[in-house]
C-alpha cells in the first residue's frame, strides 16, 4: 500500500525508500551537492559584481601632505604649511608664528607639523641650531618683518584641543601695552601676581621662565634685540632681567594652555614640572585619531 503523503510531494521517485522505485539510489545528497554548487555560483558571481564597481564614496578625512624645503639660507628642510585663513584662527590672533624645531629631534618636526594640520593652525618653522642665537634671530625676524606680534612655540609643545576659542578669550583680555605674553609657562609662582580689573584668568606675569610657548609684540621684541648681548647667562634669564628693570610687560594665564610634551620618564613617573598643569583636553591625544580617519574636531 502506498504511504501517505502530503499533497504538495507529487514524485514519489525523490523519496529514499519509495515502492514503486525500489532500485533507486537515494537522491538527498545529491540534490545537496547540487544546490551547494549553485549557492557558491551565485556567491561568485556576485563578489565579481561588488569589486567591479565603483569604490564607496564615503573617505576618510583628507590629511595634507607635509612637504619640505630649503629653509633660507641654511641646509635645513622646513615643512611648508598651507595657509588656512585670516590670523584671527590660522595665527591664533597673532601676526605670525613660528616653531622652533631641534634638527636632533626628527619625528618633532613631522608630529608637530601634523599637529598644526589637524588645528588648521599656520606657522613658519625655525631650525633652533643654537638656544640663544636661535630665538634671537626670531625677534629680529619680528623686527625686519614688522609684526605686530608673534606666538613662538618649541617644536616639543603640546596644546589644549580647542586652542582657538581659548586664546580669542585670551585676545580680548590682553592688555594693549603688552610686550610679552606667557600662554604657556612653567613657572610655579604664577597666578600670584595682581589681576587688572576685568581680566578673567589673566595677571601680571611673576616668573614664568619656560619659553616652550610665548608671545612678543612688535616693541617687545625692540627690548629684547637693543638689551639683550650674548653672554654665559641663559636667554630666559636675560629676558627675565629685562623685566626685573621694567623694561618688559609681561603677562600670563593662570593656567597654561600650552606645555612641553612629558618625556617618557615623566610619563612613567607621572611627574611634571612645576607649575606645569595637565591640559584639559590634549591636542596631541587626538593627533593619532585624525590620522586614522576620525573627525577633525
Known amino acids: 500500500m502506498k504511504s ?33 554548487l549553485l ?9 565579481v559584481l561588488i569589486w567591479s564597481a565603483d569604490p564607496p564614496t564615503k573617505e576618510a578625512p583628507a590629511k595634507e601632505s607635509v612637504h619640505l624645503r630649503p629653509y633660507k639660507d641654511t641646509g635645513h628642510r622646513m615643512p611648508v604649511l598651507p595657509i588656512y585663513g585670516p590670523s584671527v584662527t590660522a595665527q591664533l590672533g597673532f601676526a605670525h608664528i613660528y616653531v622652533l624645531h631641534d634638527p636632533s629631534h626628527p619625528t618633532r618636526l613631522l608630529r608637530m607639523a601634523h599637529l598644526l594640520q589637524l588645528l588648521q593652525l599656520t606657522a613658519e618653522f625655525v631650525p633652533a641650531t643654537d638656544p640663544f642665537l636661535s630665538r634671537m634671530s626670531i625677534y629680529r625676524d619680528i623686527r625686519q618683518h614688522s609684526y605686530a606680534s608673534a606666538l613662538i612655540l618649541d617644536d616639543s609643545v603640546d596644546m589644549e584641543l580647542n586652542i582657538r576659542s581659548l586664546m580669542r578669550v585670551a585676545h580680548e583680555n590682553l592688555p594693549g601695552d603688552w610686550d610679552m605674553f606667557f600662554p604657556g609657562h612653567c613657572g610655579a609662582f604664577e597666578g600670584t601676581q595682581d589681576q587688572p580689573s576685568g581680566m578673567a584668568a589673566l595677571r601680571m606675569a611673576n616668573m614664568p621662565i619656560c619659553l616652550h610657548a610665548h608671545a612678543v609684540s612688535l616693541k617687545g621684541a625692540h627690548q629684547i634685540v637693543k638689551h639683550v648681548k650674548p653672554s654665559q647667562e641663559i636667554i630666559e634669564m636675560a629676558i627675565m632681567r629685562l623685566k626685573e628693570r621694567g623694561l618688559l610687560r609681561m603677562y600670563s594665564l593662570d593656567v597654561p594652555v600650552f606645555t612641553p610634551r612629558p618625556s617618557t620618564e615623566e610619563l612613567r613617573k607621572q611627574d611634571r614640572p612645576a607649575g606645569n598643569k595637565r591640559l584639559e583636553i590634549s591636542a596631541l591625544s587626538h593627533l593619532s585619531l585624525w590620522q586614522n580617519g576620525g573627525k577633525r574636531f
Do not use: F, M, V
Not at 510531494?9 to 537515494?26: F, K, M, R, Y
Open 4 to 36: 501517505e503523503l502530503p499533497e504538495s510531494i507529487h514524485d514519489e521517485a525523490l523519496l529514499p525508500h519509495s515502492p514503486t522505485n525500489d532500485n533507486a539510489q537515494p537522491s538527498h545528497p545529491y540534490r545537496s551537492r547540487l544546490l551547494l
Open 39 to 47: 549557492l557558491l555560483l551565485l556567491l561568485a558571481a556576485g563578489s
